[in-house]
């Protein structure tokens, strides 16, 4: 049994592929930026002396790190109408991806706060700056060039894990692909597409974030690391 | 119905498929290990094409997603006349993939090893194989745990991704036991309770304790 490839017919369906691309687009950058906030919540969270809050939030932190996100995509999607609310696929996606990719990104702030030398906190302390004048000026300027190839990550993380969310039915790239082989009982073209499609993107987007963080490393005098 | 009589009743049914996963996880462990050696070594070769061919292969893994990936090779290689049992497929694209990603983390890990080494190995007169099989590769095993524990949690992960192909594993008993019932908090829950426990009580303990011996073994660890 052998199939050959048909251009004709993969370039017919290029243009709803790329269509369904954008909506994978839309899919994390909204997940991205919900799971941007929440991540700095979680950080909070862990961060703040009462026992009550950081060791509950620790937990969640660790449950959802080490729990697949398929289960808990299907959680959210089919527990939350029991307890009377009823989400669309969308939304339940967002917030799962929100929730998961938080999780990561709430320990790359952590990394990244620590990253910044004691002395400086120590020298804030020092000239008697006030806790918000210090972190906006003294600590963030200095965290947040260690934080972006962590973050970077993540963006090409989430990105990647889009077609997971087509398992609930949220029309993305891979769902549409899907949807292409059930109608016409070819499978070779649409998946391989999505895979190039991925790659195309991907890649780019990677090398960017290679190139951005040596620049960091450089611009913080942090050369050949 | 309540949680504890849900467990009573569909517990056999969760732990079979645990070790279902369970499984495919170790599975995909031996095969990630194997290729992230072989691929890491080949990223360090001065030969240009075997290097071109390892970074080929770790950039399109690293680029394309597992899902992506895993029903390539599950629906799309039988029309090449290659059909391949479900499981089979599973292992297949988590060891390959989880492979691209560990052989950064063993590049990383010989690089690692200090400059020292090298030259005293070739000062020894060591042969480029043995030095490879007896200084250096014994050296970065405390260099690459942390990190390899981290995939090793991801991989498990991953492992959900099998129910997709047809694999009864947690996720799979999980949906199916959802839809006869429509007990969706228990089942998903219990699934995921599963999952937690396998990753933090068994997979990342036993991770650290290879640390700790790898540690001690290179005379760095507390004794």
Known sequence: ?225 | MNFFTFIIEYGPKFTSAAIVTAQVFCYSVILAVFISMVFGIMRLSKNFFIQAIATIYIEFYRGTSLIIQMFWIYYVLPLFGLPLPALLAGVLALGMNFGAYGAEVFRAGILAVPKGQWEGATALNFSKIKRMQRIIIPQIYPIILPPAANLAVELLKGTALVSLITLVDLMFVAKQINMMTWFSAQSFGLALIIYFIMARFILVPFLRWLEVLAARKVGRGKV
């Open chain 1, 1 to 225: 049994m052998y199939v050959e490839w048909r251009w004709e017919w993969s370039f017919e369906i290029l243009p709803q592929m790329l269509w369904a691309t954008l909506n994978t687009f839309l899919a994390a950058g909204v997940g991205y930026a919900i799971a941007a906030i929440v991540g700095i919540l979680f950080m909070l969270g862990q961060r703040t002396s009462y026992k009550i809050i950081n060791i509950p939030t620790r937990e969640i932190v660790e449950f959802i790190r080490s729990t697949p996100l398929l289960v808990q995509l299907f959680f959210v999607y089919f527990v939350a109408p029991q307890f009377g609310l009823t989400l669309s696929a969308w939304v339940c996606a967002m917030i799962t991806i929100g929730l998961h990719y938080g999780t990561y990104l709430s320990e790359v702030y952590r990394g990244a706060l620590e990253g910044v030398p004691k002395t400086q906190w120590e020298a804030c302390r020092a000239l008697n700056f006030s806790t918000s004048y210090n972190y906006r000026k003294i600590i963030l300027p200095q965290a947040f060039p260690i934080a972006i190839p962590g973050m970077g990550n993540y963006l090409v993380g989430i990105f990647k894990d889009t077609p997971l969310l087509a398992t609930i039915g949220v029309a993305e790239l891979f769902f549409t692909a899907n949807s292409i082989g059930a109608y016409t009982y070819r499978y070779l073209e649409p998946y391989t597409m999505v895979g190039v499609i991925f790659l195309v993107i991907s890649l780019p987007t990677a090398f960017g974030i290679r190139r951005l963080e040596a620049a960091v490393n450089k611009a913080q005098g942090k050369v050949n690391v």
